[in-house]
């Protein structure tokens, strides 16, 4: 059986999540070394950047594996002629 939508929408979150609070330890990590901590202290920074980076890329893989998974067109709908620059497709004929 097909996850439901909701399902799918949950697993794009904690894909995203989880790919969020990688590329936020990277990148927190180099802002860290390149301008130092500051005032918050380097855990306080570091993991600003985790969760802001893992809350954006949760929010857009969820949306996105919902968007993805939307019911297509029925079979039936794929038969038609495809028209491009309002010429038919070019058709090679049978060779004896």
């Known amino acids: 059986m097909e996850p439901s939508a909701?399902?799918?929408?949950k697993m794009g979150?904690?894909?995203g999540g989880t790919?969020?609070?990688?590329?936020?330890?990277v990148f927190g990590?180099?802002?860290?070394?390149?301008?130092g901590a500051g005032t918050k202290g380097p855990?306080?920074?570091?993991s600003q950047y985790m969760i802001g980076s893992a809350a954006s890329f949760g929010f857009f893989m969820a949306i996105g594996?919902?968007?993805r998974s939307e019911n297509r067109l029925p079979v039936s709908n794929l038969?038609?002629?495809v028209i491009v620059n309002g010429r038919k497709p070019f058709r090679q004929q049978e060779r004896p």
Not at 29 to 35: A, E, K, P, Q, T
Not at 43 to 46: A, M, S, Y
């Open 6 to 9: 909701f399902e799918k929408m």
């Open 13 to 15: 979150a904690a894909m």
């Open 19 to 25: 790919v969020g609070l990688c590329i936020g330890f």
């Open 29 to 35: 990590s180099i802002s860290l070394m390149r301008y």
């Open 43 to 46: 855990i306080n920074t570091l």
């Open 65 to 67: 594996s919902v968007v």
């Open 79 to 81: 038969n038609l002629p």
